[in-house]
């Protein structure tokens, strides 16, 4: 069974920091990409972020370049999002996520989010003006 444990989310400032973090368990892919997507208030979910375990290549969403920064922990079972700079418009609940990258060999965060698998239950991260 798949498992998440996810932590980090909360209310700041805009311009404060917040780092996520998603220690994830229980699937046996060859090799993954584990990451973030959010859900903003009355909007379509948008992925956001993620590292390939392999090789530990990183993608983002174009909003939050220069902003946000994944990572994996060396025992590749915990990965974390670190967000500065944070702005109102990236108020959302934030998901971790796997996906196996197998059936894709130009892996890209669009793949990520074609590919998805599993999720954890969400953290909120809300940012106040």
């Known amino acids: 069974e798949v498992h998440f444990v996810e932590s980090g989310g909360g209310l700041v400032q805009a311009g404060g920091s917040l780092r996520l973090s998603c220690a994830a368990s229980?699937?046996?892919?060859?090799?993954?990409?584990i990451g973030w997507f959010r859900q903003p208030p009355t909007k379509e979910r948008e992925v956001v972020s993620c590292?390939?375990?392999?090789?530990?290549?990183?993608y983002y969403k174009d909003s939050v370049k220069g902003r946000f920064a994944v990572s994996i922990a060396n025992d590749k079972d915990t990965a974390y999002l670190q967000m500065n700079g944070l702005k109102p418009e990236d108020t959302a609940v934030y998901y971790c996520?796997?996906?196996?990258?197998?059936?894709?060999?130009?892996?890209?965060?669009?793949?990520?989010?074609?590919?998805?698998?599993?999720w954890g239950q969400g953290t909120p991260v809300t940012v106040s003006s």
């Open positions: 590292i390939v375990k392999s090789d530990g290549t990183t």
């Open positions: 996520a796997v996906a196996p990258t197998t059936y894709e060999s130009n892996w890209s965060l669009t793949a990520f989010g074609r590919f998805l698998e599993h």
């Open positions: 229980g699937f046996t892919y060859d090799d993954y990409a």
